[in-house]
């Protein structure tokens, strides 16, 4: 389980007019704890108007840069992202938990990566993508971002930096929907956009993997499309970054209750919670400190393992079928279905 810490803000750059890109300072001897593979997330907490509030951004640093760096973009509504890009300045304080997430990319000499993004999905694929030229002589990386226009787009001169850096590596693709810019295709990333590049543009290379990140209906149409271009869904990698809106299934709940027995911090704790209810928001009703951030089950904060008793979760998009045989579960969209459960976190 990840543990927090107070960082200092090293620096706020303002990317676009509704993004900034948050660096960190990390002390010598945290070090070691913010050690992170590319496309990992680090989660950020804050007291906002009295509540605690935590979310989860994904680091965009490379592995090598000895760096903590996430970018944020204000959301309508968005309590914590319009914090962050309204009032965070440098040298404020912000609890920080260490680096987590399964959506990671280890680059290989002599391999070929493929990436979709849209909008603010840019920053663990960017992690991925600095790692990839920094940590091999011979990988490859195709990026194709998608976003509004060029000055809405998150690290826009950054990437034409790294593509005039490495031009025999790393190819870079825009696509804009609200304007039409030399060099760039128009509209959002759909079956046609990805089906030009795959076999049009970039026909004769044979790509390893492909890694997705953006709103939901962009990834679906995206995997489909690459399947049907023959990639194995093995080697297809994707992270949302906004919770699916789509209807969730919940034919398996009931409105039963639950003894539930936590295991956090090799200790237990006991309670009663409805089963109508998830088990991640009960236990933060009951006074345990469980691990959470996103709690709309994008992110993997609030893994744990159901060691007794069973549960149901009304969506995933996480974890793999091997996890799930073996009892793990997003707590923050699993609700009990047994009179008795036991939810380990420390089994993580």
Known sequence: MSNFYKLAIQKV??????????????PTELNNAFQFKAGQYITLKKEINGNDIRRAYSICSSEKSNEIKVAIKAVENGTFSVFATTQLNDGDIIEVSQPEGKFILEPQENKNYLGFVAGSGITPVLSMVKTTLENTTTATFTLIYGNKTAEDTIFYNELNGLQEQYPNRFNLHYVFSRENVEGSLFGRIDKGHVNYFIKNMHKDFSFDAAYLCGPEEMIN???????ENNFSKENIHFELFTASTSEEN???????????????????????????????????????DAPYSCQ????SSC???????????????ILTDDELEEGYVLTCVAHPTT??????????
């Open 13 to 26: 750059i303002k990317e676009t007019k509704d993004a900034v890109s948050i660096l960190f300072s990390i």
């Open 250 to 288: 919940t034919s398996e709940i009931k409105d039963g209750e639950t003894e539930v027995k936590v295991v956090l911090d090799d200790e237990e704790e006991s309670f009663t919670m409805k089963q109508t209810d998830t088990i991640l928001a009960a236990s933060l009703r009951n006074k345990l």
């Open 303 to 317: 893994i744990a393992k159901i060691t007794e008793g069973k549960a149901v979760m009304t969506k995933n998009s």
């Open 296 to 299: 709309g089950g994008v992110c």
């Open 221 to 227: 149409i995206a995997s489909e499309t690459l399947e």
């Open 339 to 348: 009179s008795k459960i036991v939810v380990d976190f420390d089994e993580v």
